[in-house]
């Protein structure tokens, strides 16, 4: 075992004078040798099989513990690892601590020229990270065996990205407006998590990626949402898509696009229906109120993927119009305009509209009376209306099978399930 065990660091050493001197590109050789070194362990591995099941388990030493360098101090005893493992420990000790500079510094230039387009050898790459990893696989499952990968490669990973992006967001910022900014991060964004899974082990994945949104995004928060109102106001639903894809991520990113969203459609509705005269004509007034809702809910699905944060702000904005009222002493004119649009669509049922036209009315009836907060005034006003339609919609009903539903009772049925509780369900 001892003289295995030497020939093993005397062969690493070797390997990366060979390494050290070549001519060819260094991460290019360190790949080379890794390759067949690993792949040589396994066979190694499996030619002392004897004597990693007999001479180990006799002396009681645990396989699997990791040694630094094979030690640990003078009143423990020596715990030795299985031959595989050893040759991973030799390649650590005695090559990686030795070239760890000079190859992440050729790590990370290989890496900044695939971020500016230029040719990089991915295998290569991808082959030399991999093994920061898989010389400390062979450790216990509780020890934390990404440690060395980390402390060698990762965190100069993550400081080489943070400067990095620093610079880019600072030279486009100089360059773009708020619009072109964002096209190019959502790009830079997408790019680096194809990076990422391409390169480096997948603990690390989240970790570069969300510095890459933390130097292009939320250092420039203030500006990105000082841009979003008049996004909002003048309807660059593009460009406030994009925006809702690079805030997400970020704690309280979403808060300014909300309030704007909230105040833009009470801004829009309140211009809506003032501009209705609604008591001569309840209909344009909810028709209105429907138009407002059907637009901004198409803006939340198409804009904002139906979040449900902006599916909020959508129904305070539209129960905010829908309950407005002029003196605030006075209750809104929702209620009342909103039982008369009803009794107006029930009255079509004596002339020529079909039952499923009332329906599809009636179902938009219900989208407006859910934002009622006044929904016992509505009732009120409702059975005042609905007594007196009772006696000329007989003639409509006849002729219906028993077990049909008019759209009349439906509607009842409707409004039923959107009344709270405690209020009175006279309808």
Partial sequence: YDTLKNFLESHVTELREAIESSNQNLLFSYQHHWSQFSQGSVYLNHLFRYLNSQYNEKNNFNAWMDVTPYTFGSEFQERQLDIGPL????????????????????????IRNDREGKQCNSSVVQGVVDSFVKVEEHLPKQAHVLKFYQDVFENPLLTETGDYYKFIAFQLLAECNCS????????????????????FHHSS????????????????????QGECRMMVRDGKYEDLSRMYLLLKPLPEGLRVMLTELESRIRETGLGMIRAVPSEKNPAEYVEALLSLHDKYAEVVHETFHSDKHFVGAMEK????????????????????LLARYCDSLLKKGTKNATDQEIEDSLAK?????????????????YSNASKATHTRSIGFKRGRREHDISPEANVRLRIHEQTPPHIGRAV
């Fill in 365 to 381: 009836v219900i989208i407006v009376f859910k934002y009622v907060e006044d929904k016992d005034i509505f009732q009120k006003f």
């Fill in 180 to 199: 072109e900014y964002m096209k190019k991060v959502v790009k830079i964004l997408d790019d680096e998590k194809l990076r990422v899974k391409k390169f």
């Fill in 205 to 224: 994945h989240a970790k570069v990626v969300r510095e890459t949104e933390g130097k292009l995004v939320a250092d420039h928060l203030e500006f990105l």
């Fill in 87 to 110: 040759a991973m420990n030799c390649w650590k000790t005695e090559l990686i601590q030795h070239m760890k500079e000079n190859l992440v510094s050729a790590l990370i230039k290989e």
């Fill in 317 to 336: 904005g539209c129960a905010s119009v829908v309950n407005y009222t002029e003196n605030p002493r006075l209750p809104s004119k929702s209620a009342e």
